[in-house]
């Protein structure tokens, strides 16, 4: 019986009486490149060195290279190396099924892009990159620029009542990464549990504290915000409040209910308020930060999210004086401190008024859009009970009992409309709710969502 002739570079194997030696061996290369086992740009042995590996005359070899590279497998160069060109042809994804995208969504947590003040933003941008000193286009200390905190405290103080100070302001990327850092921090120090209101936002804060081994624990949410009566007996490290517009339902927490929360967090836990969206108010008069009453068990958390655009990624904390050098060390940790010329931008923005002139053009075509929502929904749909109707960029309106939430998100998706039950939002069961986002959308589109709502809800009952 002949001899199988091996080379053990390659992991080829030659047969005499497998037919032609350089059919054998082209189709051994051309398997090993297709597979991925012979990488691109990778040398193979020379003709003459594979020839005697393999026992065989180098015409053999010669004859299977000029083949492999004749149909692109193979590059060689006079005097050089032979050489791997191709790699192995890509593999055919399955076809993925993709949803029709919904023709208009009431998505929540979405403001009006298109509104940003470009002009404006771009004559601050130019006044900086004219004026602001060499040194800011250097590495920050991570806390922000001087300019941007000191006029960030004039602002806060001002229009939100805050008890704000330069050197208590931290510079960040939005209130996703002011609550990465705090929660951070917290763990570090010894933490461990978290309370959050129920309802709330699920990715953010309670997705970061799980994932950090934390537990997180609910805490009821009435017509006025926080169940300061169920928070009582609740043992926990810190807790997430949005005081000014609870999100989702929209309640403001009365000024006892914040001196309950206060008097609280004086144990030792950590009230994070998030403040976001509070410059939109309708039919109510502006109502104060809760850090302005603690300032010392109360971090304050704002973000231009809301209010310019996301993608700005420009938010702010005003901590307690004893949070400040930790946050700082682990932004500077997480990404050497946030953009200094964004920074600065807004810093002149601020100082020059712009930001007060934006939120004043805004306040009345979000306020329209508001009512305009509510008009459609108590023409087409009276049997839905809107709350949380005098500020902000969405309300909820609750469902008649026997609804179920997911079958109404079903019947509008099948019709083109996104809409978010409330239960989604939940960690312990309660009355079934929608969420609207109004901010991003044209009244005639709200209207025309409305109506596909009712036509959806129709097919349900």
Excluded at 235 to 252: F, I, K, N, R, Y
Excluded at 266 to 275: F, N, P, R, S
Excluded at 363 to 390: N, Q, S
Excluded at 437 to 461: K, N
């Amino acid at each position: 019986m002949a001899r199988e002739r091996t080379n053990p570079e390659l992991l080829v194997a030659l047969d005499p009486a497998g037919g032609p030696l350089h059919r054998q061996l082209e189709t051994a290369i051309r398997t090993g490149i297709r597979g991925g086992r012979l990488a691109v740009g990778s040398a193979l042995p020379s003709s003459r060195a594979l020839a005697a590996s393999l026992g065989v005359s180098r015409g053999v070899v010669v004859t299977a290279y000029e083949q492999l590279t004749a149909e692109g497998y193979l590059t060689s160069r006079s005097g050089g190396y032979t050489t791997i060109a191709t790699g192995p042809a890509p593999t055919a994804a399955p076809p993925r099924q993709v949803e029709p995208p919904a023709r208009i969504s009431f998505g929540y947590g979405r403001t009006d892009v298109s509104r940003f003040p470009r002009a404006a933003w771009l004559r601050s941008v130019r006044r900086v990159l004219t004026t602001a000193p060499t040194d800011r286009l250097g590495y920050t200390s991570g806390q922000g620029t001087p300019e941007l905190r000191a006029a960030l405290a004039d602002y806060l103080n001002r229009v939100r009542g805050t008890d704000a100070r330069p050197e208590t302001i931290v510079i960040c990327g939005g209130y996703a990464q002011a609550a990465n850092l705090l929660i951070q921090v917290l763990r570090a120090a010894g933490a461990t549990r978290l309370a959050v209101e129920d309802p709330s936002s699920d990715d953010d804060a309670r997705a970061l504290a799980l994932a950090s081994g934390m537990t997180v624990t609910g805490v009821p949410v009435g017509p006025d915000g926080v169940d300061v009566t169920a928070l009582a007996g609740v043992a926990a490290d810190a807790l997430v409040l949005t005081p000014s517009h609870q999100w989702p339902t929209g309640g403001v927490l009365p000024a006892a209910a914040r001196a309950a929360v206060i008097r609280w967090a004086a144990t030792g836990a950590l009230v994070i308020e998030d403040d976001y969206d509070a410059e939109y108010r309708y039919d109510r008069a502006a109502v104060g930060a809760m850090q302005g009453l603690a300032p010392d068990r109360v971090a304050y958390v704002g973000s231009a999210s809301k209010t310019l655009a996301p993608g700005l990624r420009l938010g702010w904390m005003v901590l307690p004086p004893h949070l400040v050098a930790p946050v700082v060390e682990a932004k500077v940790l997480a990404d050497r401190g946030s953009p200094a010329i964004d920074q600065l931008t807004f810093a002149d923005f601020l100082a020059g008024g712009e930001f007060d002139r934006h939120l004043r053009r805004m306040r009345p075509l979000y306020r329209r859009r508001r009512d305009t929502l509510l008009t459609a929904l108590a023409r087409h749909l009276p049997r839905l009970r809107p709350v949380g109707i005098a500020a902000g960029q969405h309300l909820v309106a609750w469902l008649p009992p026997g609804l179920p939430e997911e079958a109404v998100e079903a019947a509008a998706l099948a019709r083109g409309l996104t809409v978010y039950g409330v239960g989604r939002f939940r960690l312990a069961p309660g009355p079934p709710g929608l969420l609207f986002g109004y901010g991003h959308l044209s009244e005639p589109a709200i209207e025309e969502g409305v109506t596909i709502l009712a036509a959806a809800l129709s097919d349900l009952t």
